[in-house]
């Protein structure tokens, strides 16, 4: 199982930094709630959220001096795949084998009895080793020249191409966006859901491409490698990356500053060296 930082962009939410697992189909996956140590008695909510749909709830788990006492699962959710314990730290929910229908956002909520609401979430894709989607080809670039100023929008762009002919399921596509730091041990991932099957255009009766596009207002933080990948078929297929520089504005003032005064001095060095050099050639022409 593969765990990443994942920045989900949903609707009408913004960014939101939460975990990613990635399991293959037939695993079992894990999702922990933390609880807190100031509040014994809780009800927790289990939820699972599609994109695009509205939340579905799992299981409702009643929790007092931080042992669990009740859960009921929901009468549409079969309560032999899940499992639910608890110990003094975590509520823990537990999928015992993944199907590719199980991709979503399951989010934690914790009710008090004071009112408080706190909520969590981990994003889950499960993929699938015998579906390939190698016939398919991403491309991607930086829409704008590196280095990138910092308060300045970087404008990326990915291109898919789509082959309906030799992948079955090429009409159900998300995009994702990656992003590689120097000094984190996992990717950061932006998701675009608001990009799916964005200026599609056909190539022939079987192919199509699509262009995606992401735009991010960048700061000194923001330097490193960002990909695009289109994950369909229960599997990712990654593009080859783009990497952006970022230069702060007093650096890249102070960078201008010292270009412009270089050409200065070395323009005026020149000027200097052809005047003696025309003025030693008029005296050198005088003499003869």
């Known amino acids: 199982m593969i765990v990443l930082l994942v920045t989900l962009l949903l609707l009408h939410r913004g960014y939101?930094?939460?975990?990613?697992n990635?399991?293959?189909?037939?695993?079992?996956?894990?999702?922990?709630?933390?609880?807190?140590?100031?509040?014994?008695?809780?009800?927790?909510?289990?939820?699972?959220?599609?994109?695009?749909?509205?939340?579905?709830l799992i299981v409702r788990v009643s929790l007092r001096q931080h042992k669990l006492t009740t859960h009921k699962f929901e009468p549409e959710i079969p309560d032999s795949r899940?499992?639910?314990?608890?110990?003094?730290?975590f509520n823990r929910l537990t999928?015992?084998?993944?199907?590719?229908?199980?991709?979503?956002?399951?989010h934690c909520e914790l009710s008090a009895w004071t009112g408080s609401i706190e909520w969590s979430g981990t994003y889950l894709m499960v993929t699938d080793?015998?579906?390939r989607i190698s016939n398919n080809i991403v491309i991607q670039q930086l829409?704008?020249?590196?280095?990138?100023?910092?308060?300045?929008?970087?404008?990326?762009?990915?291109?898919?191409?789509?082959?309906?002919e030799k992948m079955a399921c090429s009409e159900d596509f998300s995009m994702f966006w990656f992003q590689a730091k120097s000094n984190n041990i996992y990717p950061n991932m932006i998701?675009?859901?608001?990009?799916?099957?964005?200026?599609?255009?056909?190539?022939?009766?079987?192919?199509?491409?699509?262009?995606?596009?992401?735009?991010?207002?960048?700061?000194?933080?923001?330097?490193?490698?960002?990909?695009?990948?289109?994950?369909?078929?229960?599997k990712i297929l990654f593009g080859n990356g783009t990497k952006l520089e970022i230069v702060d504005n007093t650096s890249f003032e102070s960078t201008v500053l010292v270009t412009t005064v270089s050409c200065l001095i070395s323009s005026l060095i020149l000027n200097i060296f052809l005047f003696f050099y025309r003025a030693q050639r008029a005296g050198h022409?005088?003499?003869h």
């Open 16 to 20: 939101t930094l939460v975990p990613m």
């Open 22 to 56: 990635i399991v293959q189909t037939g695993e079992s996956v894990t999702f922990k709630c933390a609880l807190p140590s100031e509040f014994n008695d809780r009800d927790v909510y289990w939820y699972k959220q599609r994109p695009g749909d509205t939340l579905t």
């Open 82 to 89: 899940w499992e639910v314990n608890n110990d003094q730290k």
């Open 95 to 106: 999928l015992l084998k993944a199907s590719s229908s199980d991709d979503g956002l399951y």
């Open 129 to 131: 080793n015998t579906v």
């Open 143 to 164: 829409a704008v020249s590196n280095p990138v100023r910092s308060g300045d929008t970087a404008d990326f762009q990915c291109s898919v191409l789509f082959d309906s």
């Open 191 to 234: 998701y675009t859901e608001g990009n799916k099957h964005h200026e599609c255009e056909k190539k022939s009766d079987s192919e199509k491409s699509c262009m995606f596009n992401f735009s991010k207002v960048v700061n000194s933080s923001d330097s490193g490698i960002f990909y695009c990948a289109v994950a369909s078929c229960g």
């Open 285 to 287: 022409q005088r003499s």
